[in-house]
């Protein structure tokens, strides 16, 4: 059993920087894939970006390749979604989601999700 935590959502202007924590329970954390999903407003969620256990492969949506990049501390039972360069269009509830597929796009292979952390970007 795996619990993830989000955190670091807020307020910012477009331009502007986030970057979103997701603390994970339990020692299996480093045995699974991690990705970030989000949800905009009258949107179906969608992928943003993943990493696979060890860290040394990411993969990115189009949307926020060059913008966003996706970390993982092991030793910590965290995965980190540095945002830069923020637009409206970024403004999402945000997910995380652990699996065991490295890079899936398909949420129904994710098997924990967190309850989702509020990012809002002003124009």
């Known amino acids: 059993q795996v619990q993830l935590v989000e955190s670091g959502g807020g307020l910012v202007q477009a331009g502007g920087s986030l970057r979103l924590s997701c603390a994970a329970s339990g020692r299996t954390f480093r045995s699974y894939a991690m990705s970030w999903f989000r949800q905009g407003p009258g949107k179906e969620r969608e992928f943003v970006a993943a990493i696979n256990w060890s860290g040394g492969t990411t993969y990115y949506a189009d949307s926020v390749k060059g913008r966003f990049t996706i970390s993982r501390d092991n030793a910590k039972n965290t995965v980190y979604l540095q945002m830069n360069s923020l637009k409206p269009e970024d403004t999402a509830v945000y997910y995380c989601?652990?699996?065991?597929?490295?890079?899936?796009?398909?949420?129904?292979?994710?098997?924990?999700w967190g309850q989702g952390t509020q990012v809002t970007v002003s124009s």
């Open positions: 989601a652990a699996g065991r597929l490295p890079g899936s796009r398909r949420q129904d292979e994710y098997d924990y």
